[in-house]
């Protein structure tokens, strides 16, 4: 029976992975389609190079996006096996036909008149559907496979891979539109995508840490289980300066609970001292669950 309800438990899971995921494609498409590719605008990339070759001999984004693709799935399925790809192969199937869909339906852009604002809005939608992909275990494949490969084999970073080859796209849309302008929109959409991606990655995990140190820590930690809904846990300590001994309340909570727990340890000792401190990731029961 308790296996039955994991598998079940982990289908579940996989399945709103999978959810998320397709979501996340849609706005990528979205981003891409109705605002950046109507305005001559591209960043890295495969979709980049989609649109170059788009604007340079007519053939759609997402057959170029496909055919890419096809070939780095062959090159990563030889390197990292089929396990590895098999989520990126899902991925580059659907992206293909949302890219096919939503270029045939915006012919002109969402925000006519303003490839600034296009940039913008584009850059945002795109890093959304991106940190949703990413968020969820899944894959664009694209750039992402070249800098893994580039990273396997040399000692360059990931993300320094991945800069090299979107700037080499960007800067060769000027091979195109003979544009110093459409470099500079390509960079903010790179700019202000990869911002959004790092607040989708990171904006659901922020938590921050408390360390209390009070004379009432029995009664602050009661009050902030049984208040807050968060677990204290309490060390034993020694004031250096006064060789007194301390007990000190460590807890871990979501940001937005941080007012409840300082109203909390005001309420009961205004004289605590609190020490306040942000961390990147917590995972476990009642924060994120850990990620293979």
Not at 95 to 119: D, H, N
Not at 226 to 237: E, P, V
Not at 250 to 265: G, L, Q, Y
Request: aromatic share 12%; charged share 15%.
């Amino acid at each position: 029976m308790d296996k039955l309800r994991i598998n079940r438990k982990l289908l579940l899971q996989e399945l709103q992975d999978d959810s998320f995921t397709v979501f996340g494609l849609v706005l990528f498409a979205l981003g891409w389609t109705g605002f950046l590719l109507p305005n001559e605008i591209t960043t890295g990339g495969v979709t980049g190079v989609g649109a170059l070759i788009f604007f340079s001999v007519g053939i759609p984004v997402a057959i170029t996006y496909f055919s890419v693709n096809c070939l780095l799935l062959v090159i990563s399925i030889k390197v990292f096996g089929f396990k590895f790809s098999i989520k990126t192969i899902a991925s580059v199937v659907l992206l293909t036909f949302f890219l096919s869909v939503a270029q045939s339906v915006f012919k002109e852009p969402l925000v006519k008149g303003e490839p600034f604002m296009s940039c913008i809005l584009g850059g945002v939608l795109c890093g959304l559907g991106l940190g949703l992909v990413f968020n969820f275990k899944g894959s664009t494949g694209g750039t992402d496979i070249v800098a893994l490969i580039i990273h396997k084999y040399r000692n360059i970073s990931i993300g320094k891979a991945l800069l090299i080859c979107d700037l080499s796209i960007i800067c060769s849309s000027y091979i195109v539109f003979q544009s110093i302008e459409k470099i500079v929109y390509g960079l903010v959409v790179m700019g202000v995508s990869s911002y959004t991606v790092e607040m989708v990655l990171n904006g659901a995990r922020q938590s921050v840490q408390f360390f209390i140190f009070s004379e009432k820590y029995e009664e602050i930690a009661n009050t902030i289980i049984s208040r807050a809904h968060r677990g204290c846990t309490i060390l034993d300590g020694t004031g250096w300066y006064s060789q007194r001994s301390v007990k000190v309340i460590v807890i871990m909570a979501k940001k937005n609970e941080s007012v409840t727990i300082f109203r909390i340890v005001k309420d009961i000792d205004p004289n605590a001292f609190i020490s306040q401190s942000s961390v990147i990731g917590v995972y476990g029961q009642g924060f994120d669950r850990l990620k293979g």
